[in-house]
C-alpha cells in the first residue's frame, strides 16, 4: 500500500485525497489552515461542462485556448474539457447542491470569454459547497488530517532527486515535524496574497508550496501571468462574481455609459476597467434591472458581500468595482501525469502548471481544473507510490528545518516585516500589475533584492513556542520575497504582451508557443530562467 501526503486541504487536495483513497493508498492531508477555509470557499461563478446539445465540447476547447493567448497547450486542454462532464457528474453524484433549471437540469449560465452557457453553478456559493461536500466525502471515507501545519521544506534524496516527505512547523505545539511519505501532492493554491489588500485572495494563498518545490529542485513556469479580475470590491478588493455579468448585470464609467464587452475576457475587461479608472473616473457594475428576486436567488452572496463591505445594495446601487489580484495562471511545472520535475513530487490545482490556461484563464475553468486534475493525480500518486517505495533512510532536512525555526528566534526585529509586506504589495500592484514596463520591473527587483539583505533583521517580535502566528507570518513573508523575485525575473524576461502579462513596451501576440519560461534554483542560490521547448 502506498503513502500519499497531500499538502493542502482545498478543492485540489481534497479531490486528489479520495482519488488517491479509491486506489488503496494511505492519504495523509496535511494544512495549514483547516479544510473549510481554504481558497476554493471563494469561488463563485461556476465550473464549466458541455452538458446539453446546446454547446459542444470542441467550443469549450476552442474558448480555453482562445483565452490562454497562445500558451495553453491543446493535449492538456482537451483532456480536461473532454472529462468535464464526467466531472460534472461525479460532483453530482456525491452530493454537491446544484442550483437546477425549469427541467430539474443542472443550471448552467454563461461567463466571460464563453461562446455558450456553461458554468454549471450552486448559487454563488458554488466552490464553497463544493468545498464543504468534498471535506463530508473525506470525513466519510476515513482520510486522517493534520490541520495547523505550516509547511517548511519537502524531504528530497538529493542523489537520486525523489522526494521523501516534508516537514512542518506545529503551529500548536511550536514543535518542528516530518511526514515521510511514498509520494508528495502539492495541493498548496496559488500567490495571490502578495499583492495584499489589492488581492481578492486570502492571507493564506502565501505560495508556500511554489517556494518549498523551487527550493527542492522543481521548476516554475510562466509565473508572470496573474490574472486580476475585472470586478472586485473598489474599497476591499472582495470579489463580485462573474456570475453578476453572466446574469446579464453592466459595466458603468462615471458618466452612465457602458464602455466595454463585459464577457469579453478578464484581462480584456480587467484593463478596461483600469483604463477607464485611470482617466479619473469610477466604475460600477450595475445589476439592478435584473430584480430584488433574481438576486435574491441567484446572486444572493453577491448582495452581501457588497452591503456588508461596501455600504450599498445593488438591488437599488451601483457597485462600486475595481481588477484585483485574483488568479496565478503560472505554478510548478508537472507533466501530463501531474508530476514535477522531483520524482514522486506531484502538483495540481492553482499551485500547478498544468498548461490548461496559458496567459489567461477562462473564468469557469478552475474548479474544473481542480476536479478533473485532482482525480487524476490522486490516482497516479497513488500508483507510482505503490510501484516505487520511497526511502526510509535518515535525510537531514528536519534537523535543518528544526535548526532554521530555532535560529530565525535570534533574528532581530529592527525593521517591521509586516511594513515591507505592505510596501511588497502596493508596488506590485504598481507595477507588476495589469499594466507592466521595463523601469518599473527592474525599480521593484531592485526593492526586493534589498528586502532580501534585510530579512535577518526583520524577526518576528514574538519570542514564544506555542501557537505563534508572527512566527509564521514572517515565513510566509519570505516565501513572498523569494516568490516575488521569480515572478519580477520572469516577467522582465518574457518583452511582449500576452494575456495577463501587458507590457507597454513590448507587442502584443497572441500566436501558438510551444515551451515556457522556467525558473529553477542553482547550488548557489542563483536564480537561472530558460525557456523549455
Same mark, same amino acid.
Given at each position: $500500500? ?34 473549510? +477555509? ?62 437546477? =433549471? ?15 452557457? +456553461? /458554468?454549471?453553478?450552486?448559487? =454563488?456559493?458554488? &466552490? ?28 528530497? !534524496? ?31 493554491? %496559488? ?16 505560495? !508556500?508550496?511554489?517556494? /518549498? ?9 510562466? $509565473? ?10 473598489? &474599497? ?9 455579468? &453572466? ?19 478578464? =484581462?480584456? #475587461? ?30 444572493? @452572496? ?34 501530463? =501525469? ?10 495540481? &490545482?492553482?499551485? /500547478? ?17 481542480? #476536479? ?5 493525480? %490522486? ?13 526510509? /533512510? ?6 535543518? *528545518? ?34 507592466? !514596463?521595463? $523601469? ?11 528586502? @532580501? ?27 513572498? #520575497? ?41 547550488? *548557489?542560490?542563483?536564480?537561472?530562467? *530558460?525557456?523549455?521547448?
Amino acid at each position: $500500500m502506498a503513502k500519499v501526503l497531500i499538502i493542502g486541504s482545498g478543492g485540489a487536495g481534497l479531490v486528489s485525497a479520495l482519488s488517491a483513497h479509491e486506489k488503496g493508498a494511505e492519504v495523509i492531508v496535511a494544512s495549514k489552515t483547516l479544510p473549510t +477555509r481554504s481558497q476554493t470557499s471563494m469561488a463563485q461563478g461556476g465550473m464549466n461542462a458541455v452538458l446539453g446539445s446546446d454547446d459542444a465540447i470542441e467550443n469549450h476547447i476552442e474558448d480555453t485556448l482562445r483565452s490562454s493567448a497562445g500558451l495553453g497547450d491543446e493535449s492538456q486542454i482537451t483532456f480536461m474539457c473532454e472529462r468535464a462532464p464526467e466531472a460534472l457528474r461525479w460532483c453530482d453524484s456525491i452530493g454537491l447542491p446544484f442550483s437546477r =433549471d425549469e427541467s430539474g437540469e443542472i443550471a448552467r449560465r454563461r461567463l466571460g470569454g464563453a461562446s455558450a452557457p +456553461r /458554468a454549471c453553478y450552486a448559487q =454563488d456559493y458554488t &466552490g464553497l459547497k463544493l468545498l464543504h461536500t468534498l471535506y463530508d466525502q473525506c470525513l466519510k471515507a476515513g482520510i486522517e488530517f493534520k490541520n495547523d501545519r505550516f509547511l517548511l521544506n519537502l524531504s528530497v !534524496d538529493k542523489m537520486t532527486n525523489r522526494v521523501l516527505g516534508a516537514s512542518f512547523l506545529h503551529v500548536e505545539t511550536g514543535e518542528v515535524e516530518e511526514i515521510r511519505a511514498d509520494t508528495v501532492i502539492l495541493a498548496t493554491g %496559488g500567490y495571490g496574497a502578495l499583492y495584499g489588500k489589492h488581492s481578492t485572495n486570502s492571507a493564506q494563498a502565501s505560495g !508556500d508550496g511554489l517556494a /518549498a518545490a523551487v527550493r527542492a529542485g522543481a521548476r516554475l513556469a510562466d $509565473m508572470e501571468f496573474i490574472q486580476f479580475h475585472p470586478t472586485a470590491l473598489k &474599497g476591499s478588493s472582495i470579489l463580485i462574481s462573474e456570475s453578476a455579468r &453572466g446574469a446579464g448585470g453592466y459595466l458603468l464609467n462615471a458618466e452612465n455609459e457602458r464602455f466595454t464587452d463585459e464577457l469579453a475576457p478578464r =484581462d480584456i #475587461v480587467a484593463r478596461a476597467i483600469h483604463d477607464e479608472i485611470n482617466r479619473g473616473g469610477s466604475v460600477y457594475l450595475d445589476i439592478r434591472h435584473l430584480g430584488e428576486a433574481f438576486i435574491n436567488h441567484e446572486l444572493p @452572496q453577491e448582495r452581501k458581500l457588497a452591503q456588508l463591505y461596501e455600504g450599498v445594495d445593488p438591488v437599488h446601487e451601483r457597485i462600486p468595482i475595481k481588477p484585483s489580484a485574483h488568479y496565478s495562471m503560472g505554478g510548478i511545472e508537472v507533466n501530463a =501525469d501531474c508530476m514535477s520535475s522531483v520524482s514522486g513530487l506531484f502538483a495540481v &490545482g492553482e499551485c /500547478a502548471n498544468h498548461k490548461t490556461h496559458g496567459a489567461n484563464r477562462l473564468g469557469g475553468n478552475s474548479l474544473l481544473e481542480l #476536479v478533473v486534475f485532482g482525480r487524476h493525480c %490522486g490516482a497516479k500518486a497513488a500508483e507510482y507510490g505503490a510501484k516505487n517505495p520511497a526511502s526510509s /533512510a535518515d535525510n537531514p532536512q528536519l534537523a535543518k *528545518d528544526t535548526n532554521f525555526v530555532r535560529g530565525v528566534m535570534y533574528f532581530t526585529n529592527q525593521i517591521d516585516f509586516y511594513q515591507k509586506q505592505e510596501m511588497l504589495a502596493n508596488i506590485f500592484y504598481n507595477n507588476v500589475g495589469l499594466v507592466r !514596463d521595463d $523601469m518599473g520591473l527592474k525599480a521593484v527587483l531592485g526593492a526586493i533584492r534589498q528586502m @532580501q539583505k534585510e530579512l535577518p533583521f526583520m524577526g518576528p517580535r514574538d519570542k514564544s513556542k506555542v501557537c505563534n502566528s508572527n512566527l509564521v507570518e514572517f515565513i510566509e513573508f519570505g516565501n513572498k #520575497v523569494e516568490l516575488a523575485e521569480i515572478i519580477v525575473v520572469s516577467a522582465i524576461s518574457r518583452v511582449e504582451s500576452r494575456g495577463a502579462h501587458y507590457r507597454l513596451d513590448a507587442p502584443i501576440r497572441n500566436d501558438r508557443m510551444f515551451g515556457a519560461h522556467t525558473i529553477t534554483w542553482k547550488e *548557489d542560490g542563483v536564480l537561472c530562467a *530558460d525557456f523549455i521547448q
